[in-house]
């Protein structure tokens, strides 16, 4: 019954952050309004999100909700490697989407479940993933963990966050041992990097909401509308927040406002920076 019901301590605290919300939108007094934030506090059990469970499949089509709340409580880092290789996001010469982050990690390294859950798939693809995992969690997202020397883990094994589930490797579509990391909500891949900040091996923050493109949502009071989808820029050395503005157009002040930095904030080569 891993899946049935949220532990009742993550409840209390939905409910007590629901409470504040709703004191501090005091000022917005449409309901429409009101229900739009309260949904997107609200918590999805994740066996209403997901009717299905079926031991293939990474990124099955399913409708998205307008806005889901991904909690980060309880997360450990997959692996303890701070050098991302490669971002998230449409690579223009491939015309295709790469669906994760790429870590470097050593043949035979180990890694880890990002969070409570149960092993979906353990399988191989020879031209795609190689040796991979995905595990469902509780908190409604799934983690892929691809290009494995070997897997540690079958399916429909219940593991705790921080459980080693493989080992690094360079198994299938691989050039060089790396991990290939997605975080995936309903069949649909989201940046990892909202969630898992590989450079400085932390969550990148408490919870991540995600909203679909076009949706309405509360800010400060003042509705607003998810924009078009976001881009990455990934830094390089020598790289500075104005080089990169200078680069995409845009002001410094929306990259610091898109990424929660400011001005004293040390670039690293490897991070990725939304500039969109
Ligand atoms: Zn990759």
Redesign the pocket.
């Known amino acids: 019954m891993l899946f049935s019901v949220l532990a009742g301590v993550r409840a209390q605290d939905s409910m007590a952050s629901v409470v504040s919300m709703q004191t501090s939108i005091e000022g917005v007094d449409t309901i429409a309004m009101r229900t739009m934030l309260l949904n997107e506090l609200s918590i999805i059990p994740v066996n209403d999100m997901y009717p299905t469970w079926v031991n293939y499949g990474v990124h099955y089509t399913s409708t998205l909700p307008d806005s889901f709340t991904i909690e980060m409580k309880g997360y450990s880092m997959p692996t303890p490697s701070t050098r991302v290789t490669?971002i998230y996001g449409y690579r223009p010469r491939r015309r295709r989407v790469?669906h994760?982050l790429?870590i470097k990690v050593q043949t035979g390294d180990t890694i880890y479940a990002a969070f409570d859950g149960k092993v979906r798939i353990a399988s191989y693809e020879r031209r795609g993933y190689g040796n991979f995992v995905v595990i469902r969690h509780e908190n409604g997202i799934e983690t892929l963990y691809?290009h494995l020397s070997k897997k540690l883990v079958v399916v429909n094994q219940n593991v705790k966050s921080g459980d080693p589930i493989g080992l690094g490797g360079n198994t299938g579509r691989s050039f060089g041992s790396h991990l290939?990391f997605e975080t995936i909500l309903m069949g649909q891949s989201i940046n990892p990097a909202f969630m898992f900040d590989f450079v400085n091996q932390k969550a990148a923050t408490e919870r991540y909401v995600y909203r679909k493109p076009g949706t309405k949502y509360i800010e400060n009071g003042k509705v607003k509308t998810v924009g078009p989808q976001p881009k990455y820029h990934k830094v390089r050395s020598g790289d500075t927040v104005s080089k990169i503005a200078h680069k995409h157009g845009v002001s410094q002040k929306t990259i610091f406002k898109l990424n929660g930095i400011n001005g004293r904030t040390v670039l690293r080569p490897g991070m990725t920076l939304r500039y969109q």
Request: aromatic fraction near 0%.
């Open positions: 490669d790469h994760g790429d691809g290939h």
